[in-house]
């Protein structure tokens, strides 16, 4: 299997997102919409589970993804109410567990309620924009306690995506554990296709 197919593929899927960008209104791409971040909680589980997928838990896979190919994202430290450099694991907990599953920027109470989710889940812990000042710590009050927010810029993180998944497929060439890794993952999840053309007794 050639997995160069596979990547020209979710390029054209992640141009798609910047070309939903592009058509807007300024003031509608700057209000943005949650579907944006939607998407993102999508392609950031993708991602992980193409660069490393021998682990047993899609968070540890999250927090490896950004370990590995974006480590930027651990050198935004919270400082209220502790200090902690998990913005990837709040990216899973906020747009994974609570937007992708529901809609919602609360995972459901089972994941909150559950280890090793509970250790990382912060109501407030990141601003979601299209408005630039990409992974820069805000300190606000929430529910009457001061906190400290991480700003995410949805552009800014979507190059950052592409980013990571142009390092996957290069290390694939002279990987060839990664690029069987790769190519096992495409087999077991085929590509979405369009139909041309849909029979008229259908």
């Known amino acids: 299997m050639d997995i160069s197919i596979y990547q020209s593929w979710i390029n054209d899927r992640i141009e798609e997102l910047r070309t939903a960008q592009r058509i807007k209104l300024e003031i509608d791409r700057l209000n943005g919409s949650a579907w944006d971040f939607v998407l993102m909680g999508c392609l950031v589980d993708i991602i992980s589970r193409i660069n490393y997928n021998n682990l047993n838990s899609s968070l540890k896979r999250t927090s490896k993804l950004f370990d590995d190919r974006l480590p930027q994202y651990r050198e935004a430290f919270y400082n209220i109410p502790k200090r902690i450099n998990d913005v990837p694991e709040q990216i899973y907990m906020v747009m994974r567990c609570g937007l992708v599953h529901s809609l919602s920027l609360v995972p459901d109470k089972n994941v909150i309620d559950r280890k090793p989710y509970k250790d990382h889940w912060r109501k407030g812990s990141l601003l979601l924009t299209h408005r630039g000042n990409h992974l820069q710590m805000r300190t606000r009050r929430y529910n009457g306690h001061l906190i400290d927010a991480?700003?995410?810029?949805?552009s800014t993180m979507l190059e950052d995506m592409q980013s990571a998944l142009d390092a996957i497929f290069q290390d694939a060439e002279h990987d060839t554990a990664l690029s069987a890794h790769i190519e096992k993952f495409v087999s077991e999840n085929p590509t979405l296709?369009?139909?041309s053309?849909?029979?008229?007794d259908t």
Not at 150 to 154: A, E, N, P, T, V
Not at 197 to 200: F, H, K, M, R, T
Request: charged share 10%; net charge negative; proline share 8%.
């Open 150 to 154: 991480c700003q995410l810029d949805y």
């Open 193 to 195: 296709g369009f139909v």
């Open 197 to 200: 053309s849909i029979p008229q």
